[in-house]
């Protein structure tokens, strides 16, 4: 049954740590403008207070930095388990700094700069913003508003259209005089003529992207709604492949008990080895979870052709004549005209593929030797040189009507012995690196 909720919970959390990185970027870009901007006064090109711009651009550097450091060092230094950007509560750390950061810039160079606190609200929108969110957005940055044009009047750079002082120079620069001159009729009058309209203009803004903030969120449920009724689909193909799968191997059981419990062991050693191989480097790129999933659930139906072989070859009791071998042989052709005839038609060409090839060559031999059409080395299909593996194993250590078992150690060398003859040399070295873990399972499932 598909869990609506819990998809949508995971493409938030993946939208939300897009957003992240995002803004990280965008405020790294603000920490670079503001270098750029005093490396620019320093050689004179503005005229403005050294003091103020110098405390602007330390405190923005730390401030506009500070998500980005502790990215760094959780994810990329320490490589901690669950990256920082998927913490929920990391959003609140970057835009507590955004609006740190552009509140001490409005305040310290001049009212105008007030205008740019449209950048955290831009920030915020790149996360899926519920009501609360934005309500939030909204009254800080509202509240900001008022903050960093009356904290401008008292402590930034002189603007005369905000203090209509009289004075020039020095005196302008005196917190003391800023105070005389912050009489209540001045303060109603940049109330009315700066705050208000700054507070207007910056939540017409936070409207505009609230109205987009919202559509992406119902494309979100769109595309949730999509996502979950395309695996759905997937889950009910999927079982019904594995219903065929399950009645197939079924038949084959009722036909030689052996083989039914072969499969089941097959399938275990088919499961632990190509797990072990997504870990190497030459595997990990090829050897996805869908491959593993497809050839482990692909691995009961390699000895599926044995339906097409008489009873009398079957379950001879003794080595076979060259002739009845030859008959015996012809299963793996036959496995995979059987697949081809099932599969064809369920519309998983992934899945169809490896099912044949495993049917078909997991008796090809690495040196060239084997059957039904002599393919050697990497011609054959690493589905059927993974089963190769599995199939002789279980082969070597269960007893058969027509010969005794032997003790998994020796199966082991065995293989070895044969690696790069008749299997894979590296699939082969992967797979003797399990030893312990196959001589357990083949003790605790003796026949």
């Known amino acids: 049954m598909i869990d609506r909720e819990k998809m949508k919970s995971n493409l938030l959390m993946e939208s939300e740590s897009k957003a992240n990185l995002f803004n990280i970027r965008a405020l790294i870009i603000c920490t670079l403008i503001a270098v750029i901007a005093e490396i620019l006064m320093e050689v004179g090109l503005f005229t403005l207070d050294a003091t103020l711009t110098r405390i602007s651009t330390i405190s923005d550097f730390f401030l506009f930095m500070l998500p980005f450091i502790v990215y760094y060092l959780h994810d990329k230094v320490l490589k901690k388990e669950k990256p920082i950007i998927y913490n929920k509560h990391f959003k609140v750390l970057v835009l507590v700094c955004a609006f740190t950061g552009i509140t001490i810039i409005s305040i310290l160079l001049s009212f105008h700069a007030v205008l740019v606190l449209i950048i955290p609200v831009v920030l915020g929108a790149q996360y899926k913003k519920s009501k609360r969110m934005f309500i939030i957005v909204l009254i800080v940055t509202v509240l900001t508003v008022p903050i960093t044009i009356y904290g ?123 797990r072990e191989m997504a870990k190497y480097d030459e ?45 015996m042989k012809v ?10 005839s099932i599969f064809r038609n369920l519309d998983d060409d992934a899945f169809f593929e490896v099912a044949f090839d495993i049917a078909k060559y997991h008796h090809e031999k690495w040196d060239g030797s084997g059957y039904p059409d ?43 012995s044969l690696a790069g003859i008749q299997f894979d040399p590296k699939m082969t070295e992967i797979f003797l690196s399990l030893s312990n873990e196959l001589i357990e399972y083949v003790n605790n499932n003796l026949e």
């Open 331 to 340: 299963h793996t052709t036959k496995g995979g005209e059987m697949i081809q």
């Open 283 to 327: 595997y990990k790129d090829v050897l996805t979870d869908k491959l593993i999933d497809q050839i482990e659930n692909a691995a009961p139906l390699h000895d599926v052709g044995k339906i097409a072989v008489s009873d009398t070859i079957l379950l001879k009791p003794g080595k076979l004549t060259k002739e009845e071998f030859d008959l």
């Open 152 to 274: 401008s009047f008292f402590f930034g750079i002189p603007d005369k259209n905000l203090l209509k002082a009289l004075v020039e120079g020095e005196e302008a620069m005196s917190f003391a005089k800023r105070v005389e001159l912050a009489t209540p009729i001045r303060m109603v009058d940049v109330l009315t003529h700066y705050v208000i309209p700054r507070i207007l203009e910056i939540t017409a803004i936070d409207l505009i992207v609230a109205g987009i903030t919202k559509r992406d969120s119902q494309m979100l449920d769109e595309q949730v709604e999509l996502s979950s009724r395309v695996q759905e689909e997937m889950e009910k193909r999927n079982d019904m492949q594995l219903h065929v799968i399950e009645d197939l191997a079924s038949v084959i059981e009722t036909r030689d008990l052996e083989t039914g419990k072969h499969i089941i062991r097959t399938k275990e050693y088919v499961k632990m080895l190509s």
């Open 374 to 416: 002599g393919l050697k080395a990497e011609e054959i299909p690493l589905s059927a040189r993974i089963m190769a593996l599995a199939d002789v194993f279980d082969a070597l250590t269960q007893k058969r009507v027509y010969k005794p078992a032997i003790k998994p150690e020796d199966a082991l060398n065995e293989i070895k």
